[in-house]
């Protein structure tokens, strides 16, 4: 059996990945607003690179709301983390 993972190309959440490879590692370990000051800065959804993995902050009831309700439809599990 063979499966294909297709990757579509929607458009990401706004934010910044930091620099290559150690991403805004260094920023979250070093400021303890670094999540406020993204979330004044990009609002409730933001994207970033944290510990070698792209990743998505979703802040609030109304986005915990979504991820709970939508547990399978619109996001997948990486095995490989």
């Known amino acids: 059996m063979t499966t294909t ?3 579509r190309s929607l458009p ?6 930091g620099l290559p490879l150690i991403g805004e590692t260094i920023g979250l370990l ?4 670094f999540v406020d000051k993204r979330y004044k800065q ?3 959804i933001f994207k ?3 510990f070698g993995r792209p ?3 979703m802040l609030g009831a109304e986005a ?3 991820l709970l309700t939508n547990e399978n439809q619109n996001f997948s599990i ?3 983390c």
């Open 5 to 7: 993972h297709v990757k």
């Open 12 to 17: 990401l959440p706004p934010g910044s990945f």
């Open 30 to 33: 070093r400021d303890p607003n």
């Open 42 to 44: 990009y609002g409730t």
């Open 48 to 50: 970033t690179h944290l």
């Open 55 to 57: 990743t998505v902050y």
């Open 64 to 66: 915990n709301r979504f």
């Open 78 to 80: 990486n095995p490989s």
